[in-house]
């Protein structure tokens, strides 16, 4: 083969670009302007990639409530560190609605909610609860904290993975977290003040029941099925002002006493329909 033939298969035809003053092609001005039906905007695209304020926003506010529950366990504030993870539970309650009823469900809002609420309902009750008294413990203390923190993760994990509706599988990281949160504020409104070695092992007792209740397979109801937009007897209204009334007595014990029954109605759900069971073979 001669050069010049050689020559002319190395040509590449130029093609010339038309472009703008702000350095875009003439084809993204056509994009922009959305002239082609078949291709998206750049500005449909640029509102694809965004994410929704609203829900993401309440999200954050239970993010920062977990955090300020670390911090203020690790300071001694224990009875600010409860509200606080209480504070996240309500907010992580909100979010997951207002997504719902304002049609701005994603997937990054759901990764985003799982995330806030292993800090919220994972590490920050196992931090108070360790700052509180399970150190005093040793190891022991730290292997409790830390079953719980896994049990939470291992909860959520599932709970992305298989999604619960109509009820829960295993205890709800929140209901798990609130029966931490209103033994400590129990134990401080009471003035138990600094607790012993038997106070902190029925606290790490508590915290190692509270996590593998959450990866246990008990079915527990699902606030799901509570809807707002129903309309109710009037009888229902007047029994939540008497138990708001009630929970002002005593806020903690209260609390307490609701978080425990939750979490226990899902073993003795499951005895019962055993029972049952077997009474229908006999």
């Given at each position: ?194 607790p012993g070695l038997v106070g902190s092992g029925i606290m790490a007792a508590i915290t190692i029941l509270a996590g593998l ?18 309309r109710v007897p009037f009888v229902t209204l007047v029994f939540v002002v008497l138990g708001f009334s009630i929970l002002m ?34």
């Amino acid at each position: 083969m001669s050069d010049r033939e050689d020559k002319s298969l190395r040509v590449v035809p130029e093609v010339e670009e038309y472009a703008d003053p702000d350095g875009d092609s003439a084809t993204a001005e056509h994009d922009e302007e959305g002239d082609d039906p078949g291709q998206m905007s750049r500005r449909e695209r640029f509102r694809k990639r965004g994410i929704y304020l609203l829900p993401n926003l309440i999200t954050t506010g239970a993010l920062f409530a977990g955090f300020y529950a670390i911090v203020a366990g690790m300071n001694g504030n224990f009875v600010a560190a409860s509200l606080a993870i209480f504070v996240a539970g309500a907010l992580d309650t909100a979010d997951g609605r207002v997504a719902r009823l304002t049609n701005t469900e994603s997937q990054f809002g759901a990764e985003y909610d799982s995330l806030s609420d292993m800090v919220a309902f994972g590490v920050a009750p196992a931090l108070v609860a360790f700052s509180w008294g399970l150190s005093s413990l040793g190891q022991l203390g730290w292997v409790a904290t830390f079953v719980y923190m896994a049990c939470a993760a291992l909860r959520l994990a599932r709970f992305n993975t298989k999604g619960d509706n109509a009820s829960f599988t295993g205890l709800a990281s929140p209901s798990a977290a609130a029966i931490i949160a209103c033994s400590i504020w129990a134990w401080v409104e009471y003035g138990g003040g600094v607790p012993g070695l038997v106070g902190s092992g029925i606290m790490a007792a508590i915290t190692i029941l509270a996590g593998l209740l959450m990866v246990s397979n008990f079915t527990y109801f699902s606030p799901k099925l509570i809807n707002f937009k129903d309309r109710v007897p009037f009888v229902t209204l007047v029994f939540v002002v008497l138990g708001f009334s009630i929970l002002m007595i005593d806020p903690p014990t209260v609390l307490l006493f609701l978080a425990i029954t939750y979490a226990f109605s899902g073993p003795v759900l499951y005895v019962w329909k055993r029972t049952r069971r077997r009474n229908l073979k006999a």
